[in-house]
């Protein structure tokens, strides 16, 4: 199964944490997932780049992609 359909499942269809972000947040958050996707090598360098490369062209601080991660997943784990 590739992330797409995975995030095409939980974010768009019943996520409160994804609906409840800004449109520039679901923007970021979605090229997070793209870059996920078509990167190469250890998953946690993959995230780790591609929150990274979100932020920066996006100019939204870390800190927030992290806690919208978070958020997320208390709200997967609690459903």
Do not use: C, R, W
């Not at 995030?7 to 269809?13: A, D, F, H, R, S």
């Amino acid at each position: 199964m590739q992330i797409s359909s995975i995030v095409k499942e939980n974010l768009l269809i019943d996520s409160k944490s994804f609906n409840g972000l800004t449109p520039l947040m679901k923007e970021a958050i979605t090229d997070f997932f793209k870059i996920v996707e078509k990167e190469t090598g250890n998953i946690i360098q993959k995230v780790d780049n591609a929150v990274t490369k979100v932020s920066e062209f996006h100019n939204i601080n870390i800190e927030e992609i992290n806690k919208y991660f978070d958020n997320e997943l208390n709200e997967q784990l609690s459903s």
